[in-house]
C-alpha cells in the first residue's frame, strides 16, 4: 500500500464514518477495485476507525465529560442504594439506554465471521443490495414527522430500536450512523439528539470491533504493519471526520437528509450492476477492462 493509498483510505473512511452511506461499504468497494483487500486491509481499517472515534471525541468531548462524569456517579448510587429509576437526570438516562442499545449487539455477535467475510470477499452484488436498503431507511426517516425527544424522553423500547438498527449495520453497505440516525428520528428523538446519540453509541460499539478486527488479524499472523501508512490512514480519518460530523449536524437539522438517499440508492444499482456483471464475466471488472 503506498502513502496516497493510505490518505485515500483514511479520507474515504472520515467522510463515510459519519455521512450516511457506509464507510465499510465505500472501503469495500475501494480496496475491491483497487486490490487492497483481504486480511492486511482488515487491520488497517481498524487503524482508519479508531482515526473516526478520535473525531468523535473531540466533536462530543463536553457531552462525553459529562457522561464519563455522571456514569462514576451512577456507579456509587448503585452500591450505596441511592439509584432510582424514576428520578434519573437526562445524562443518567442517556447513559442507560446507550448501554441497552449496545446490548443489542450481542444477538448480531453470531453472524460476525459471516460479515467479515462479506467484507472481505471479492463479491459486491451484497454491497450493492445493502447500499439500496440504506437509501431506503434515510428516504423514510427523512418524511418522518419532526420529534421533540432529548435525551431524558428516550425509552427502553426507543434504545432497542436504535441498537437493533445498529446491529444490521454491520453489514458492509448498510450505514452506521444512517441507520442509527434514522432509528432515533422514527423514534422520534429531537433531531439534534438523534445525531448526537448516534455517533456516542457508535464509541463503544467501532471500538469493540477495531479490538476484535485486531485480534482476529494477530491469530491469523496478518500484521503486515507500516507505521507511515497507518500514521496518514488515522488522522486523516480523524481530520477529515471532524469535518464530516460539522456537515451531518447541518444536514439533519436542515432537512436535507435525502440528498444521501438518492446517492446510496444510484450507488447500489451502479454496484449491484457490476457485482452482476462480475458474476457473468467471471472477474473483477478492472482486470476485464485491462485484458
Known amino acids: 500500500m503506498s502513502f496516497l493509498e493510505a490518505l485515500m483510505q483514511g479520507i474515504i473512511q472520515g467522510l463515510t464514518e459519519f455521512l450516511p452511506v457506509s464507510s465499510s461499504g465505500h472501503l469495500s468497494l475501494y480496496q475491491h477495485f483497487t486490490g487492497n483487500s483481504g486480511e492486511g486491509a482488515l487491520l488497517f481499517s481498524a487503524i482508519l476507525h479508531l482515526g473516526t472515534l478520535a473525531a468523535v ?3 462530543f468531548r463536553k457531552t462525553i465529560c459529562e457522561l464519563i462524569l455522571e456514569f462514576f456517579s451512577l456507579i456509587k448510587d448503585i452500591f450505596t442504594g441511592k439509584f432510582k429509576w424514576k428520578t434519573m437526570n437526562p445524562q443518567r438516562r442517556a447513559i442507560i439506554m446507550l448501554v441497552i442499545s449496545l446490548l443489542m449487539l450481542i444477538p448480531f455477535y453470531i453472524f460476525k465471521d459471516y460479515f467479515e467475510k ?5 463479491d459486491i452484488v451484497i454491497e450493492g443490495i445493502c447500499f439500496l436498503y440504506t437509501s431506503v431507511i434515510l428516504f423514510i426517516s427523512d418524511r418522518c414527522v419532526k420529534g421533540n425527544k432529548k435525551f431524558g424522553d ?3 423500547k426507543n434504545a432497542v430500536t436504535v441498537g437493533t438498527f ?11 450512523s444512517g441507520s442509527t440516525i434514522s432509528s432515533g428520528l422514527f423514534c422520534g428523538f429531537e433531531r439534534g439528539t438523534a445525531v ?3 455517533f456516542i453509541l457508535g464509541i463503544p460499539a467501532i471500538l469493540g470491533g477495531c479490538l476484535l478486527q485486531v485480534k482476529d488479524a494477530v491469530e491469523q499472523k496478518a500484521m503486515d504493519i507500516n507505521i507511515l501508512n497507518f500514521a496518514v490512514g488515522f488522522i486523516s480519518a480523524a481530520v477529515v471526520g ?3 460530523i460539522k456537515m451531518v449536524n447541518w444536514l439533519v437539522k436542515s432537512d436535507k437528509f435525502k440528498v444521501f438517499a438518492i446517492y446510496t440508492f ?4 451502479i454496484v449491484t450492476g457490476i457485482g452482476i456483471f462480475e458474476h457473468s464475466v467471471g472477474m473483477n471488472i478492472v482486470d476485464y477492462f485491462r485484458k
Do not use: M, T
Open 57 to 59: 471525541f473531540i466533536a
Open 118 to 122: 462479506v467484507s472481505e470477499d471479492s
Open 154 to 156: 428516550i425509552s427502553v
Open 166 to 176: 445498529q446491529g444490521i449495520a454491520l453489514l458492509p453497505g448498510v450505514s452506521r
Open 196 to 198: 448526537e446519540y448516534s
Open 242 to 244: 471532524i469535518c464530516a
Open 266 to 269: 444510484i450507488l447500489g444499482i
